[in-house]
């Protein structure tokens, strides 16, 4: 589990997000994901004339690759 602040629109929030990390030919990968709604950044959901709208919520997902250099 990683925490820290998630910057976003203007916003700033504590989060935490779950994560996976493996050991993958001499590198280290994290992964991880954290879903969120829109409202808690001050984010209006885009919506085009009714046409196309989208969730009232947002996923951040990141690999991160850790190797020596």
Known sequence: LLTGDLDLH??????AIPVQA??????IEV???LT?????????????A???TVEDE???EFLL???QG
């Open 65 to 67: 690759i850790l190797e």
């Open 36 to 48: 969120f709604p829109f409202a808690d950044f001050g984010i209006e959901p885009p919506n085009i």
């Open 31 to 33: 992964a991880g994901a």
């Open 10 to 15: 203007g916003v700033t929030k504590s989060v």
């Open 50 to 52: 009714g046409f196309v």
């Open 58 to 60: 947002g996923t951040l």
């Open 22 to 27: 493996r050991l993958v030919d001499g590198r």
